[in-house]
């Protein structure tokens, strides 16, 4: 047992403004039990907490943004992962 490893992609690569992008944590593990909770920050004040791999999220603003990822699994052990997002005109 040990504690769970967060990851994620997120399609487009380079998201223009008002264009929607969906972000991919599937590939997260648990290591033992299993993801109960995905909590998403999406950089920009807004947050969404899912117990759903898949996110998406529209930005509405150019510029580069700090998305954060952190997992839950089963047995309430935790990881966090960060991504910057750039987002273009």
């Known amino acids: 047992m040990g504690i769970p490893k967060a990851e994620f992609r997120f399609t487009p690569t380079f998201p223009h403004i008002n ?8 590939a997260s593990v648990a290591n033992g039990g299993e993801i109960i909770l995905y909590k998403w920050d ?17 930005y509405t ?3 580069v943004y700090n998305v954060t990822l ?4 089963s ?3 935790s990881d966090i992962t960060w991504q910057l997002i750039c987002i273009e005109l």
């Open 70 to 73: 952190k997992v839950t699994d």
């Open 42 to 58: 999406f950089g920009t004040g807004d947050t969404l907490s899912t117990d759903e791999p898949i996110a998406v999220y529209t």
């Open 19 to 26: 264009e929607t992008v969906t972000f991919n944590a599937s």
């Open 75 to 77: 047995e309430n052990l």
């Open 61 to 63: 603003s150019q510029g």
